[in-house]
């Protein structure tokens, strides 16, 4: 006699009308305890604003209203304390989660944010754009701290690494390697190394091609 398995059914509760932007991420943030008693909430951008949701109550816990111009993407810093929300206008604001005010504003893309990355202790925060720059901001004394250029493409993802002193940038054209005074350029068949100063240009080629790395210090 055959053995018979049996499945978990999933059966579909309730909608309360998630809204999502065409362009950008929607965020489930849990808090801490039980996966009954821990606090849950969905941000979810909708066009210009964006909306937090109580997916348990199926009710908005807030809606916050910034640009006059669509939300691109979101992120979150790891404690769960700051939401950052770029916008189509090249924008970056910060938002408190506990507050729901604005703090911080950054302007100094001048296309639509593409990518946002809080680094592990949330006081550093990098964003990429259409316009194919990465800014490196500084979340505690509301500055921009570097602005790197070299990407050909717009920027498609950005991180920091989590056991160096590393960041992290790609686009469609390349993917480049930044750790402190150091640029290091990848492609799938070749990789460069140069170490630079933050305030010169210099030329590296990668197989026939040449790659021009300009990173200028301050925003």
Same mark, same amino acid.
């Given at each position: 006699m055959p053995l018979t398995k049996q499945y978990l059914r999933y059966v579909h509760q309730a909608s309360f009308g998630v809204v999502s932007g065409r362009k950008s991420n929607a965020i489930l943030l !849990?808090?801490?305890?039980?996966?009954?008693?821990?606090?849950?909430?969905?941000?979810?951008?909708?066009?210009?604003?964006?909306?937090?949701?109580?997916?348990?109550?199926?009710?908005?816990? !807030?809606?916050?209203?910034?640009?006059?111009?669509?939300?691109?993407?979101?992120?979150?810093?790891?404690?769960?304390?700051?939401?950052?929300?770029?916008?189509?206008?090249?924008?970056?604001?910060?938002? #408190?989660? #506990?507050?729901?005010?604005?703090q911080i504003t950054f302007s100094g893309h001048k296309a639509g944010v593409t990518c946002l990355q809080f680094d592990q202790s949330g006081t550093r925060l990098v964003s990429g754009s259409k316009d194919t720059d990465v800014i490196l901001w500084d979340v505690v004394n509301e500055c921009g701290l570097y602005r790197?250029?070299?990407?050909?493409?717009?920027?498609?993802?950005?991180?920091?690494?989590?056991?160096?002193?590393?960041?992290?940038?790609? #686009?469609?054209? #390349?993917?480049?390697?930044?750790?402190?005074?150091?640029?290091t350029v990848k492609n799938y068949s070749h990789t460069n190394y140069i170490h630079t100063n933050y305030s010169h240009t210099y030329m590296i080629s990668i197989g026939k091609q040449q790659f021009n790395s300009h990173i200028s210090s301050g925003v």
């Open positions: !849990a808090g801490e305890g039980g996966r009954k008693t821990r606090q849950l909430r969905i941000i979810a951008p909708a066009v210009e604003d964006i909306i937090i949701w109580d997916p348990r109550k199926g009710e908005k816990v !807030a809606v916050l209203r910034g640009e006059k111009c669509e939300v691109s993407v979101l992120a979150v810093s790891l404690d769960g304390s700051i939401l950052a929300a770029g916008y189509e206008n090249g924008s970056v604001k910060l938002w #408190s989660l #506990s507050t729901h005010d604005c790197l250029k070299g990407h050909k493409g717009n920027v498609t993802d950005c991180c920091f690494m989590s056991t160096h002193n590393v960041l992290i940038t790609r #686009s469609c054209f #390349s993917q480049r390697i930044l750790k402190g005074r150091a640029t």
